[in-house]
């Protein structure tokens, strides 16, 4: 009977004989510690700098047809174990459940009967309507709040290993390319604050508020009254003992609170790295919200991931199914153009958009860099599962970006039909120092 690396080899030769002819990989993939063969899908000269070693058969369906949720549940769930550089694997995965789409593409379409248009366009219709109302029930403030506590509650300490000092998650702004993390992440928040002309005195309501860092900043340098907003307890609870550090207690509010619970109105709105948890269906709503919320004269800022599909689909090759089912349970992103659209339907016009993927890649490659750093102590602090989805996730997200399958937009806006005046000639207000 052959070894178990020998009969290995000979099933996935066949497969492996196909991704090389059509585009060579650096893998090289083997059974267990001390393989006595393997199999190569990169093309000789070229030696494999990556290895993939199987752990269970359970990873061989993920391996003969991958897709990103395939294969990030394989390596999650210990199926399979990669050596190499992270960004360098998560190529390799990208790649692999690309290929195995275009294979699973040409076969689709030699086999394909296609329905008649009108039949097609009529079942196109009832499944939209059938999502969206699907998709409406599930964002409950209740399940909402659950896939809150998955994901931002893991532990303060456990964030603060990988982000700047002052843990903003979300994107940051490099005005020049040469700043370090916690650089750009302040003039993120300046270039925001900017951008909404805060000023001392006015009313600030931060949707999704994290650790505060952003509404602290305005009350300290703009001079601004603060409300922030967070489903996360520990934000909740480290936002508020900073605020009480900061001494603004008098300026700043922190709440628990759901963005559909608040009441009042304010100069200034903005909303960072939040509307990716609001749902496709329910954005003319949540926009409505803000309309609401905002002064008659009052400008909003909302800084959020776009999909580039222009349909709204999600991330290809299953990284959108493996997002929403290890990492961002309930996320969805629209495409710019909906958002665009359902800021309109929710009564607001936008009128300076920026796109910041650039951006967006840069501070992902500082988030997965500083964690593969601290991998050994992350991975005292949480489960080996977490550990692995937090792992893909950022490097993910960073090829992600890099590769412009997601986007990073700054949309700002104000209440519909105020009159034209009121709006600035040019850009260059947003590039003035910040205030303080
Ligand atoms: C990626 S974090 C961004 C935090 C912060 N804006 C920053 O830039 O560091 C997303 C934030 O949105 C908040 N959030 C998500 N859904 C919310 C909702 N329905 N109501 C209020 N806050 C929400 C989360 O609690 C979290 O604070």
């Given at each position: ?229 967070t489903l996360s307890q520990n934000q909740y609870e480290l936002a508020r003992e900073r605020v009480r550090a900061a001494g603004l207690e008098d300026r700043v509010e922190i709440r628990l609170q759901d963005y559909r619970e608040v009441e009042g109105r304010f100069d200034r709105i903005s909303s960072v ?164």
């Open positions: 009977m052959p070894s178990l690396d020998v009969a290995l080899v000979r099933a996935l030769e066949p497969w492996a004989e196909r991704v090389r002819s059509r585009a060579p990989l650096p893998l090289c993939i083997c059974w267990g510690d001390e393989p006595s063969a393997a199999v190569y899908l990169c093309a000789p000269p070229h030696e494999p700098t990556v290895r993939l070693t199987l752990r269970s058969p359970k990873a061989l369906p993920a391996l003969l047809s991958p897709s990103l949720e395939s294969l990030g549940e394989a390596y999650v769930e210990g199926h399979i174990d990669f050596e190499g550089s992270v960004s360098e694997i998560i190529d390799t995965a990208w790649r692999l459940a690309e290929l195995a789409a275009e294979e699973g593409a040409d076969s689709a379409a030699a086999e394909a009967a296609v329905p008649a248009p009108s039949v097609l366009d009529r079942l196109m219709q009832r499944m939209a309507t059938a999502w969206q109302d699907r998709q409406r029930a599930r964002h409950t403030p209740g399940a909402d709040r659950a896939a809150i506590e998955y994901h931002y509650d893991v532990s303060n300490a456990f964030y603060a290993r990988w982000l700047d000092p002052a843990m903003v998650y979300s994107c940051a702004y490099f005005e020049t390319g040469e700043e370090t993390l916690a650089e750009a992440q302040q003039k993120k928040i300046d270039h925001i604050l900017t951008k909404l002309r805060l000023a001392p005195g006015h009313t600030l309501l931060d949707i999704g508020c994290g650790w505060g860092a952003l509404v602290l900043r305005a009350a300290e340098r703009f001079g601004a009254r603060c409300v922030g907003i790295g939040m509307f990716e948890h609001v749902g496709l269906a329910n954005l003319p709503q949540y926009f409505r919200r803000i309309h609401d919320l905002l002064a008659d004269d009052g400008w909003a800022m909302n800084h959020g991931i776009t999909s580039t599909d222009p349909d709204d689909g999600e991330t290809p090759y299953g990284g959108g199914r493996f997002i929403d089912r290890y990492v961002f349970p309930q996320g969805e992103l629209p495409h710019i153009g909906t958002v665009l659209t359902t800021m309109q339907r929710g009564g607001l016009e936008a009128f300076d958009v920026e796109n910041l993927r650039r951006h967006y890649a840069r501070t992902l490659a500082c988030w997965s860099e500083a964690f593969e750093a601290r991998a050994e102590e992350l991975r005292r602090m949480v489960d080996e599962k977490r550990f692995r989805i937090w792992r893909v996730y950022l490097a993910g997200c960073r090829w992600a970006f890099e590769h412009d399958r997601i986007a990073l937009y700054q949309v700002l806006c104000r209440r519909a039909g105020r009159p034209a005046r009121e709006l600035p000639w040019s850009r260059r207000w947003m590039y003035a120092p910040a205030s303080g």
